[in-house]
């Protein structure tokens, strides 16, 4: 945000922890007032929230499942009693597991579709039904597990594919509002969600590794910049794009 003079109110989902966390502290730290969204993480949303207003910054935790309505709208309600007219959009809440064909459930293709692709769509909408916007920049996160057709993350790697999809019509659709619509995809890094999976230490990870020209996996703090840009007044050009972070692997 560094050309731009505008203060921007941002809602980034899922920043209790991880790559939204980043990502919540990258905005912060380039002047916008930043919602960090949670689903069950009060205290990691609340840790995230005091290292923002360490530094200066502002932020309010607000805890909605990005998955329904009704939160979604109770979310926008409470960003803009705080901050305004929300301007920037990080939908970076996501679940993902890794199953072989054999082990996807009807349940399980709910709660990844309707947290990673019906999520981004509900917040689109809330970002787009506010009417006292100007220009407005929404970042989807998805996976560099789009390219690299993941194995045994078919179910993952449709839901986020169906991101990259939505990201570039979505772009088309409310361009002329001069809202953009955009979308990063990470490689393999270490997070409390990854760290769960089991990821650090095993042969996934010397395999991504090995795959990964710059010779390691992402942090957190690597996609925040790369965030804070396409947020920004400096990316004003760049629209339905689905952007590469991931070290070089492909
Ligand atoms: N880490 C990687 O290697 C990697 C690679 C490529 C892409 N990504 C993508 O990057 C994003 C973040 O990944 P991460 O590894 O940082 O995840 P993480 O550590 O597991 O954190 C997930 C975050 O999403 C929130 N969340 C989950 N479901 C939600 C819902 N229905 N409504 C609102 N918030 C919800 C969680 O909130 P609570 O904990 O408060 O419930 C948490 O803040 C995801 O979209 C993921 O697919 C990650």
Redesign the pocket.
């Known amino acids: 945000m560094s050309t731009s003079s505008k203060a921007r109110t941002a809602i980034v ?8 966390a980043g990502i919540a502290k990258a905005l912060a730290g380039a002047g916008a007032a930043v919602v960090v ?5 009060e205290e ?2 609340e840790r995230v929230v005091a290292a923002i207003t360490a530094e200066g910054g502002r932020a309010l935790a607000v805890r ?4 329904g309505g009704d939160d979604v709208r109770r979310l926008f309600d409470r960003a803009r009693e705080e901050f305004g007219p929300v301007d920037v959009l990080v939908n ?5 597991t890794f199953a072989p064909l054999s082990g996807i459930t009807e349940e399980e293709f709910q709660r990844q579709m309707s ?2 692709l019906l ?1 981004t769509i509900l917040t689109t909408q809330a970002l787009a039904a506010q009417d006292d916007i100007g220009s407005a920049s929404i970042v989807n ?5 789009t390219l690299t057709h993941l194995v045994y993350a078919s179910l993952y790697v449709a839901s ?1 594919s169906a991101v990259n999809a939505f990201t570039v019509v979505a772009a088309k659709e409310l361009g002329p509002r001069g809202i953009r619509v955009n979308a990063i995809m ?4 270490d ?4 760290r769960a999976m089991g990821f650090p230490g095993s042969a996934q990870e010397a395999q991504a590794v090995a795959g990964t020209p710059l010779g390691r996996t ?1 942090t ?1 703090a690597d996609y925040g910049p790369l965030v804070a840009f396409l947020a920004s007044d400096d990316a004003r050009w760049i629209t339905g794009d689905v952007i590469l972070a991931s070290g070089g692997m492909r």
């Open positions: 989902t899922g920043a209790s922890k991880g790559i939204g969204n949670y689903r069950e993480d990691g949303a909605a499942d990005v998955a970076n809440a996501g679940v993902a947290t990673n999520g996160v998805s996976t560099a597990g986020k990470p490689g393999p890094s997070t409390e969600g990854t992402g957190p």
